[in-house]
């Protein structure tokens, strides 16, 4: 797409934004630099790349008043827009009065995957879901680079998109994980698999309501045409019902951990199957995988899925499986301490990936949880208990509402700690050989890190401090 001239907006200054402002300079557009934040300094964000010597940058209430009135000027006069696009990170929501005013007055609203897919080349895997997107992705990723020669993995994953969509050609492909933040701001986006893994309550807070949530995740396959697939999760029900309404525009292929498929992929008595027109082929045994429980064989089933879906033989998937251990922060082991294991699980940001982490423990656990508040609920995950968690160790903001819960359950092996460091050192004190002290938040870090990867590097420095 040509984009030399336009003036365009990006919105946001942190990974996302600085790479898509980049894109946009090597492209030739009048890029301006905006950000909310009155804690930024101007010559900070000029330090983050050459390219933004001369890019103006508006920051703070005074940047905001700047663009507002810009907009309000085009809207009254029935003008040309201020600016041809604005480009959202992630983490700006489209209901934003500022978004709004840009929409209003004609300004096109892009996020950063929509600017990237318009500057990208080649074929395009897309992951989203609620839980298991990033071991998929880097699974996918991986699978990939063991047959084509030139893979890029992005998104949601850490990399943004736009910071290698210009290094693609023709013969590109691309494992890109995609968020429900990310798929809001999609227009043209289409992959040529796409897949969804799960869908449970999440962001809520951004969302609103679950019925929203549900048809933003759905939207990954809109611009979808025929002959191009969509991978499900078979034994989610919004995705099953999903799957009977796109089926006659897509190639649909289910992965299931409970129903043996007629075509598709499943989990059956500890072996991985792949049912087609040609029979019934046995993928792999999960006891040769490195990953640990259910959920994660669903991650290896969608990702069996996707990359066959893109021409890799199951000789080649199988190889990569063998070898592919857990991604960082997803029920990553850290190490034993006087016969105790360390699980860092910090990805868990909600309920349904806490329950996913107690469920694949083998031993009495030492469960820390809690931080920033999303809105979830915690009954569920405290139900899935299931008489394996010898303490809760709360932390953060949800501490309390979480205490509540568990004690509405009847659950009261609950400790409070005013950080993640003194829960360690609890847990450290108390857990006896062959337990494991799992760190599983069902929450959000925001309140005391800034990511959750902090939140996991942290609590690994803690634990081998202790093996020292």
């Known amino acids: 797409m040509n ?112 600017l990237a897919y318009r500057c990208a080349k080649g074929r395009l895997a897309a992951i989203t879901g609620t839980n298991g997107k990033t071991t998929t992705t880097a699974l996918v990723g991986e699978i990939l680079k063991s047959y084509f020669a030139d893979v890029k993995v992005v998104g949601n994953i850490g990399i943004p998109y736009t910071s290698l969509a210009t290094q693609m050609t023709d013969e590109t492909v691309t494992a890109a994980e995609i968020s429900s933040f990310q798929l809001e701001t999609a227009d043209t986006f289409c992959p040529d698999v796409s897949a969804i893994l799960n869908i449970t309550p999440d962001h809520l807070n951004r969302h609103h309501t ?22 499900l999760n078979y034994e ?65 089933m969608a990702a069996c899925a996707v990359t066959h879906a893109l021409g890799v033989p199951f000789e080649k998937i199988r190889e990569v499986l063998k070898i592919f251990r857990a991604v960082a922060h997803r029920i990553e082991y850290v190490g034993e301490i006087n016969g105790v294991r360390y699980y860092n699980d910090s990805k868990a940001t909600n309920p349904d990936a806490a329950i996913k982490g107690i469920r694949a423990m083998e031993r009495p656990t030492w ?53 993640l460091e003194d829960a360690v050192t609890y847990c450290h004190s108390h857990a006896r050989e062959k337990d494991a002290v799992l760190l599983s938040p069902a929450c959000a870090s925001w309140d005391m890190f800034p990511n959750y990867e902090k939140r996991g590097d942290i609590f690994k420095e803690i634990v081998r401090s202790y093996q020292q």
Not at 25 to 50: H, M, V, W
Not at 215 to 225: G, H, L, M
Not at 390 to 402: C, H, Q, Y
């Open 210 to 231: 679950i019925e929203c949530y549900i048809k933003i995740k759905e939207s990954i396959v809109k611009n979808q045409t025929p002959g191009q697939t969509c991978v």
């Open 3 to 114: 984009l030399k001239g336009k003036k365009v907006l990006v919105i946001g200054t942190g990974v996302s934004g600085i790479a898509a402002a980049t894109l946009l300079i090597e492209t030739g557009a009048d890029t301006i630099l905006y950000d909310s934040s009155e804690k930024l300094c101007e010559a900070d964000i000029r330090a983050k790349s050459q390219a933004f010597e001369n890019v103006p940058v508006l920051l703070g209430a005074a940047g905001t008043q700047q663009i507002l009135s810009q907009c309000s000027a085009a809207t009254d006069k029935q003008d040309a827009p201020p600016y041809s696009i604005a480009v959202l990170s992630p983490g700006v929501p489209v209901d934003l009065p500022l978004v709004e005013a840009l929409r209003e007055s004609g300004v096109s609203i892009w996020g950063e995957i929509e």
């Open 236 to 300: 989610d029900e919004a995705l099953r019902t999903f799957g009977n309404t796109i089926e006659t525009k897509l190639n649909v292929i289910y992965f299931s951990s409970r129903q043996t498929l007629e075509r598709g992929l499943y989990l059956e008595n500890g072996t991985i199957y792949y049912a087609d027109a040609d029979g019934v082929h046995a993928v792999i045994d999960t006891g040769e995988l490195n990953l640990l429980g259910t959920h994660n064989y669903e991650n290896v």
């Open 367 to 419: 469960l820390i949880g809690g931080g920033y508040d999303k809105q979830s609920e915690y009954g569920e995950w405290i139900d899935a208990f299931d008489g394996k968690v010898v303490k809760l160790v709360l932390i953060g903001a949800t501490k309390e509402k979480i205490a509540k819960e568990a004690a509405e359950k009847g659950f009261t092996e609950v400790v409070m700690c005013d950080s």
